[in-house]
Each structure stands twice: as C-alpha cells, then as structure tokens.
C-alpha cells in the first residue's frame, strides 16, 4: 500500500517530535563546547569526564545493582503469580489477587512511591538500598507477570500433560517443560523490569536514602545546578543502553516458542 | 482378569455430561477402539484412563487395582496426544528418552532403548532432529515412539492417525496394527473413523453423547448391530419400521413395502436394517424362491469402480443397494429410470432396537 502524502508528512513530524530531542542529545553529548546550546567542534571530552565523576559513576553502580536484584526477584514473583492465575482458574480470592497484581501499571508512580515511603516509614526501616529495591520489584511485577501471562496463554496444555503422562512430577513437568518453554518470555519480563528500575526517579526519590542515590536521582540533582554536556553524556549512555534491552526484549516476545 | 475395567464411569463438565455410565473391559494384548462422533466424550474416558480428571462416578480399574487417586505419571499407561505434543524444545532422542530419564533407567539403557523405539518407526536417522524440522507423518512417528519406549500395559491412542493424509493414514494403520503385535501391548484407541477402527480393532465400543451403545469385534457390529444408531453409524443401511402384523412368541410377520417375512425378534418394538449389499440385482436368473424379491425402479447411480451403488424405489419406498461390479458389463447396462428385480434374503434382515 502506497502512502499518501499527508500521512508521510505526519509519519516524519511524529518521528521527529519523538526522537529529535534525544537525537539533540546524543549530538551535544560530543560537542567540544562547553556551552550545551553551541556546537564548538566535535569531541569525547564529556565521556571522558564521566569516567572520572566519581558519584555519577557511585550512582550509576548502585542503580544497576537496584535493578539487578529487583528485576531477579520480580522475574521470580512474576512469573510465578501468572503461573497462578493461568493454573488456578478458580480460587478464593482469584478477581482480587488478580486486580492487585496489575493494578501497579495503571497506578500514578507518585500513589506507588508515597504509599511506599508511608510504609517503610510505619515500619521504622532505614531507607536505602533495599527499600529501593523492594519497591522497585513491587511496580515491576506486574509486567513481568503480564509478558509471562501473554505466552502461558498460547502455550498447548498438552506439553505438560505429556510429560506428566510419561512419568514427570508436577515439579519436573514444570522444571523440564514448561520453564523452557516460557523462558524467553521470562527474560523478556526480566529486562522489562530491569529497564523500569533503572529509568525509574519517581519511586526511587520516595524509597531512597543517604548512600542509595539512583542515576536518575543523580542526574536530575546535577541538572537542577544546570545542565552541561556531561549530563548529555550520561544521558546517551543510558539511551543506548536501554534501546539495546528494548530490541532484545521484542526479539525475545516475538520469538516463535522453540 | 482384563488388563482394564472401567465399571459405571461418568464424567460431567458443568451441565455437559461427558461421559454417562460407561462400562467395558479392555483384555491383555488387546486392540481396543473407542469410535463416536465428535464430542461423544471419546477423548475425556480416555484422559481419566491416563489420569487427568477423575469420574465424577464409577472405577477404573488396572490389573484389579483401583487408579483413583493414583496421580498420571505413576500409572503405568501411556498417551499419544491427539496435536502429538512433542517438547519443541527437545530433539527427537530427547523427546523419545524423556520418559526414561524420569524413569532413572540407567544411561547406556536409554540409548539402545530410544534407538530400538525409533527402529520400530523407522525413524532411526532423525534422532537429532528438532520437531520443527519433521514432516507430520514423522512427527507421528516420534510421539509413537515416545509412547512406546516406556513399555506400558496399555498405550492410549487419541485419534493418532487425524492429522495425516489419505494414503499415508491407510499404510500408518496398518504399521500400527502390526507394531501392536509385536509389542504385545493393549492400545486403546479412539477414533472417529469407522473404516479406520473396523480396520485395526479386536473390539470396538461404540459410542455417543457419553454412552456406549454397543462394543463387539468389527464383524459382529455389522452383522449384527444392536440398535438403529449402531446400524447407522458402522456402515451403511437401509432401515425401516415395519408394520407388524401378527406374532407368536419371538416370531413377529413383518410388512415392509409389498413385502412381508418373518423375523425373530424381541417383544416390544423394532427396527428393521438391511445393508446395501445384502440386496441383490437380479439379471435373468430366476430367484431362489426363499428369497424375497421386489420389482424396483432405478432412481440413482453411483458408479464407484468396484462396487456400483444404487438408489431405487419399490412400491415408494427408497432403498440403498450395493452391487459388486463382478463382470465388466454389469454397471454398464444400467442407467437411471431402468425397472429392475431386487431379491434379498430374510435372514440377512437385521432385527434392531428403535
Ligand atoms: N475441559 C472441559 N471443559 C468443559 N467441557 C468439556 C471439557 N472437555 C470436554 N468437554 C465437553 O465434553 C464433551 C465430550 O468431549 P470430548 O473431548 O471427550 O469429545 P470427543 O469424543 O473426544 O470429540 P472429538 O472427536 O471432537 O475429539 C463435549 O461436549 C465437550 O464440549
Ligand atoms: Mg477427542
């Protein structure tokens, strides 16, 4: 199908209103000047200068192990409250569990990350790296659980029935068949997760405290004192780290099963 | 003792009664098939032999011992899944030593025994093949021999042959029923191709919405059907109600058309069933005179090779008649609207219940 004119030219501004300004990015990120605004000749100064700054690179380190754990765990808890809902059409309590674990994806971050904060703080726990992570893993299991969902539901009962009929356990039916069978969607739920952690200010601000600040934290802190090409480095990275997740995470999910 | 009895078993789901007391016995060794229409609950008896989802009444019972309660992966029976289910994930040895390997057999035992089973399918040459890569056929061959290589007391078959075309199907039961030979083993089969189960089976079980309606050996479901739907169902018949005009004991004189016989036959109501073949076209011999002969219009031909079939009326009433072309001119020299002579004997007339 030929496309007309009028649909080309919104296909191009729609393009460009959505990635102009992270390509604006990843040009200041070489630019020689110190002036964000004025290109001044081409140059890895900036990256350079990211290497050697110290907390962005503690931050940097903290938000990967954040995300990390949180994305392990909420693979794990994932996965496993879909296999629930999949196998147990029916029990006490199924419309609730099932409305609590997604409601995290239409939940405003900010309910998510104060509700959070009123917790750990009811608790009496010190902020920190753990409460980050937990409340990381919290939002993120509900997206795992959706894309392990989305592939348990096409997937033949009669392949764990087979191994049942030829002398598996429930457990080694499951261990032997059905997790390699629905692995790639896990690790597709894993990277997802991992992504959400690592972009994640909003939660993370709430949950966090003195020696746990995120990346994001990190930069928005640098950026309030004003923006230098050196935020546009670090931004890059993440940018094309993330784009990399996100083309594994779609090759993974659209993978025909084995 | 049967190697399986299944006493007064029913299954529903919700307000579908699947499977409504159902009783029948499978012997040691035995090709049994289970035949019925789509839905008649053939793949659910079947599922609860193997182990998921227990009757909601009834016992089934394996050499004597009760299975209820007895979870699927210690029953020592065996399915091949109607899709075939193979583990993509797995190659064809994989697939075929999966069994074994949750068995514990030792390792040296799981090669000769997956390359054994794979030679009885003749799917020797495949065995580091992914599904993927096999031809349906092929594929078949490998579940067979995934269900095999454990060495069940009974394989359970769920319609095994559905998924292949015309001719591979034909050469596959036979193999099958040879493979069944030389294992030894019972098969269980279900099916809802009647040619298919006359075929393979020692005994059949005919079935529908949930109940048995007959089980016998191939020859006796058509000869001597039980009941119209059987008569219907395996085969081909003409059946009608007759008029019954006088009777003595279990001696009824029957009417049908302009004719009238007489047939042994229970009290209370009957049908009558006569198959296609069992009427002959007289040329010019004359009938034998225990014979029951009509005059009969030719309404339709249906020129087949071997056997020509025919639609004829007599007195308004249609009848189906099948005529073995047994000399080169026979089909030729009839054509539609033709009077012939039928002649069918008394004793071929299948007594049946309404
Ligand atoms: N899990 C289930 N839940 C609800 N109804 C079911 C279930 N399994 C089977 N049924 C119903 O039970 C009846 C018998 O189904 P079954 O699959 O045993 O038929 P079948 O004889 O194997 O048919 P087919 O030849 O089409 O495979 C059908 O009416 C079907 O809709
Ligand atoms: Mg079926």
Redesign the pocket.
């Known amino acids: 199908m030929r496309m007309s004119r009028f649909n080309i030219v919104s296909l191009v501004f729609g393009i460009a209103f959505l990635y102009l300004p992270i390509l604006l990015v990843v040009i200041y990120s070489f630019n020689a000047s110190k002036l964000v605004t004025v290109w001044g000749g081409f140059s890895g100064q900036w990256y350079r200068a990211l290497l050697s700054n110290k907390p962005l690179l503690d931050a940097a380190w903290v938000s990967f192990r954040i995300a990390l754990v949180s994305a392990t765990g909420a693979a794990i808890l994932g996965t496993l409250a879909a296999l629930a809902l999949r196998r147990y059409r029916r029990f006490r309590g199924r419309g609730l569990f099932a409305f609590m674990l997604y409601a995290p994806l239409v939940l405003p971050e900010i309910m998510t990350g104060l509700s959070l904060l009123l917790l750990f703080v009811a608790l009496g726990w010190d902020r920190g790296f753990w409460t980050v992570t937990l409340a990381h893993m919290a939002f993120t299991i509900a997206f795992v659980a959706l894309v392990v969902d989305a592939r348990l539901a096409d997937l033949d009962p009669s392949y764990e029935e087979a191994a049942r009929d030829l002398g598996a356990t429930p457990l080694s039916a499951f261990m032997r068949v059905t997790l390699p069978m629905i692995a790639p969607a896990i690790i597709a739920g894993f990277l997802l997760a991992f992504t959400l952690s690592l972009d994640d200010l909003v939660i993370a601000s709430f949950t966090s405290g003195p020696g746990a600040t995120t990346l994001p934290m990190r930069l928005y802190g640098q950026m309030r004192l004003g923006v230098t090409p050196e935020i546009n480095a670090a931004s890059t990275v993440m940018i094309v780290s993330v784009t990399l997740i996100v083309i594994i995470v779609s090759w993974l999910s659209k993978r025909r099963p084995a | 003792m049967p190697l399986v009895s299944i006493e007064h078993v029913s299954k529903s ?2 307000t ?1 009664r ?2 409504d007391d159902v009783s029948l016995t499978i012997g040691e060794g035995e090709f049994f098939a289970l035949l ?12 609860m032999i193997a182990g998921f ?1 227990a009757p909601d009444q009834g016992r089934i019972l394996l050499q004597g011992r009760d299975l209820a309660g007895v979870p699927p992966h210690n029953r020592p029976v065996n399915m091949m899944f ?1 899709s075939y289910a193979l583990f993509p994930h797995l190659n064809v040895f994989d697939n075929v030593a999966f069994g074994l390997r949750e068995e514990g057999v030792a390792k040296a035992d799981i090669f000769a025994r997956v390359e054994e089973a794979l030679r009885l399918v003749q799917m020797q040459g495949f065995a580091r093949r992914k599904p993927d890569a096999l031809s349906g056929g092929q594929k078949q061959r490998v579940a067979l021999a995934r269900a095999v290589v454990k060495r069940p007391k009974l394989l359970l078959l ?2 095994p042959l559905a998924a292949l075309d015309r001719r591979l199907r034909e050469e596959t039961q036979e193999e099958l029923k040879r493979l069944q030979q030389t294992l030894g083993i019972a098969f269980l089969v ?1 099916t ?1 191709d009647q040619d298919e189960a006359m075929m393979m089976a020692d005994r059949i079980a005919v ?1 529908e919405k ?1 109940c048995v309606l007959q089980i016998g050996a191939p020859a006796t479901l058509y000869e001597e059907p039980k009941s119209r739907a059987v008569a219907k169902f395996i085969g081909d018949a003409n059946v009608f109600d007759p008029e019954i005009r006088a009777r003595i004991d279990d001696r009824a004189l029957v009417h049908i058309g302009v004719a009238n016989f007489e047939v042994t036959a229970p009290p209370g109501a009957f049908a009558l069933g006569l198959r296609p073949e069992k009427i002959r076209v007289l040329e010019q011999e004359r009938a034998d005179p225990d014979l029951i002969t009509l005059d009969a219009t030719i309404d339709h031909i249906l020129y087949r090779g071997d056997v020509t079939d025919l639609r004829v009326i007599t007195n308004g009433l249609p009848l189906r008649v099948s005529m073995l072309n047994a000399t080169r001119h026979k089909a030729l020299r009839l054509s539609r609207g033709d009077a012939i002579r039928i002649a069918f004997d008394p004793a071929d007339v299948m007594v049946l219940s309404v």
């Open positions: 789901f919700g579908v699947a499977v019925g229409p789509s839905g008649c609950g053939k793949t659910t008896l079947m599922r989802g109607q769920d319609e279900v809802h079935m949930g």
